[in-house]
């Protein structure tokens, strides 16, 4: 299965413009424990750079567009997010890193659980040792 995996939410709008609504386990595969956003990205950044052992998140890129490269250790797969109304599952045990910020760019983040730097890994050869131990 490939490693990009989209969410389509329905977005509710009329004269006055656009909305769209995400729900704890309804939309999202996961019930949603924190929300956090990346904004005022410099040019040329590169942000990620690190999987999650047990984090599951969904990214959606309210204004501007980044590219994302998503990696479970065996393929590496990349990908534009350039609208509100797309959510980008990252899921558990995969290495993402997210390029190309344009000015101006808003990524909105949901996870399912708080905070927890002991969870990330943030070494690539970690991350590909960790991926050979689970197999
Ligand atoms: P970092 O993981 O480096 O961001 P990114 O992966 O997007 O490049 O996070 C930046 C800092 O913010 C780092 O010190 C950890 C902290 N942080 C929190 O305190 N809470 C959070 O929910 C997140 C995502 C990061």
């Not at 899921?91 to 101006?104: A, I, K, L, Y």
Request: aromatic share 10%.
């Amino acid at each position: 299965m490939g490693l990009i995996q989209k969410f389509f939410f329905k977005t509710l709008g009329d004269h006055r413009g656009s909305l769209v609504s995400i729900e704890s386990e309804q939309n999202v595969p996961f019930g949603l424990r924190r929300v956090f956003y990346i904004f005022a990205t410099q040019e040329g950044v590169v942000r990620g750079l690190h999987a999650h052992r047990r984090l599951r998140q969904v990214a959606v890129c309210l204004s501007g567009s980044c590219r994302f490269i998503l990696d479970d250790g065996k393929k590496r797969e990349e990908v534009v997010l350039d609208k509100p109304s797309e959510g980008l599952l990252i899921d558990r045990m995969v290495w993402n890193e997210m390029h190309d910020f344009t000015p101006g760019c808003v990524l909105l983040v949901l996870a399912d659980d708080h905070y927890d730097e002991s969870e990330y890994i943030r070494d690539y050869g970690c991350f590909l040792k960790a991926v050979e131990n689970a197999a």
